[in-house]
């Protein structure tokens, strides 16, 4: 292994492009990796700090630090053979707040991380990278939507999409959209969601609104819900209430958070109806709906108060029986309760259909 002059680590921290950001003042300044080498084996040690070109590596603690570029590892692209031994027990903690929807605690607890182990955002597969996406996840998870902004601009997010898999860029992507609704920016939010919507041509123009492009029902779900938002500063209501019902229908059984989101939007929206004051009965059955199911996929007590009277199974209108032919009544004369004969004692029909008129070709003949 080859060992790097001070001026040379100086170097490597000053103009390496290292992935510290200011606002990520690292609490760690190492942090414990097993590294596989194509040639040398598979040391263990310590990471002091890491940018994209590679490590700082040094092999006791506080020792001096030696760069090995990330070519000399085994492993391609982010795959490389990196093991940081921290990983489980460091995200134990906000892993569990998580997944008990905790999403306030698990955003400190995950920032936590995020800034402690800045050291490590430039090594691939860092779970430093990992705790800022879901601090951003989590944050939105609790509504606080205003908060995302400085974390998914901030240089340290650059890192989720190029040191993670690419999944998690997939859903960094959504994350920024939340950010710019967050930001009450519906100018920029309407411009950026254009990018996943089918332009409207020819006949498409009659549509309400621009249909989707082809993608996974969670996707779409978020899109409509917030597309919606726009609709509802633009004061389209109607187009806003087509997009919250498309996103409770999406997300109703995979996403709880969002289907509560959007159906508490759509409630509120018929609820200011004026017909509601009227007791239109189309109007006050179309939110009875809305609201009888949330109560059931959700709870009643979950359910805001001013919407909780109108939790019940809405009555449909009822179709009329058919009617039925009465015998004729006892005593009566004969012939009472059948068709009118005609005079050649025929029965007469009282209103017959006209007959379907032939085909063009027959009448031709």
Do not use: H
């Amino acid at each position: 292994m080859t060992v790097f002059p001070m001026k040379t680590i100086s170097n490597f921290i000053l103009t390496g492009v290292l992935l510290v950001p200011m606002g990520l003042l690292a609490q760690v300044r190492e942090t414990p990796v097993t590294i596989g080498l194509i040639e040398g084996g598979n040391p263990q040690g310590y990471v002091q700090n890491s940018n994209d070109q590679g490590v700082l590596f040094a092999t006791t603690p506080g020792g001096g630090g030696q760069m090995i570029t990330y070519d000399k590892m085994r492993g391609e692209g982010i795959e490389k053979l990196i093991r940081f031994e921290e990983r489980v027990e460091v995200l134990g903690t906000p892993r569990a707040l998580f997944s008990a929807g905790q999403y306030t605690e698990a955003a400190a607890a995950f920032g936590k991380v995020a800034r402690d182990y800045a050291i490590i955002l430039g090594g691939p597969q860092n779970f430093a990278s990992e705790a800022l996406f879901y601090q951003i996840e989590s944050l939105k998870r609790a509504g606080q939507y205003a908060a995302l902004a400085p974390l998914v601009n901030s240089p340290a997010a650059k890192t989720i999409t190029t040191k993670l898999s690419p999944s998690y860029a997939r859903f960094f992507e959504f994350q920024k959209l939340w950010a710019i609704y967050g930001q009450n920016d519906m100018a920029a939010l309407k411009s950026a969601l254009e990018l996943y919507q089918e332009p409207q041509t020819g006949d498409a123009k009659l549509l309400p609104a621009p249909n989707f492009k082809k993608l996974p029902p969670n996707e779409v779900s978020q899109i409509a819900f917030l597309r919606a938002k726009v609709f509802e500063s633009e004061g389209a209501k109607d187009k806003a209430l087509n997009d919250y019902y498309c996103s409770f229908s999406l997300a109703y059984g995979n996403d709880v958070l969002l289907s509560k989101l959007s159906m508490g939007a759509a409630m509120l929206i018929q609820k200011q109806d004026p017909r509601i004051a009227q007791e239109n009965k189309a109007a006050l059955n179309q939110l009875q709906s809305i609201a009888y199911l949330y109560s059931r996929r959700f709870g009643k007590d979950s359910m805001p108060a001013e919407f909780q009277a109108f939790a019940v199974k809405p009555e449909l209108p009822k179709p009329a029986p058919a009617a039925e032919e009465k015998p004729a009544p006892e005593g009566a004369p004969a012939g009472e309760g059948k068709p009118a004969e005609g005079a050649d004692g025929k029965a007469k029909a009282e209103s017959p259909a006209p007959a379907a008129e032939k085909p063009a070709e027959e009448k031709a003949k």
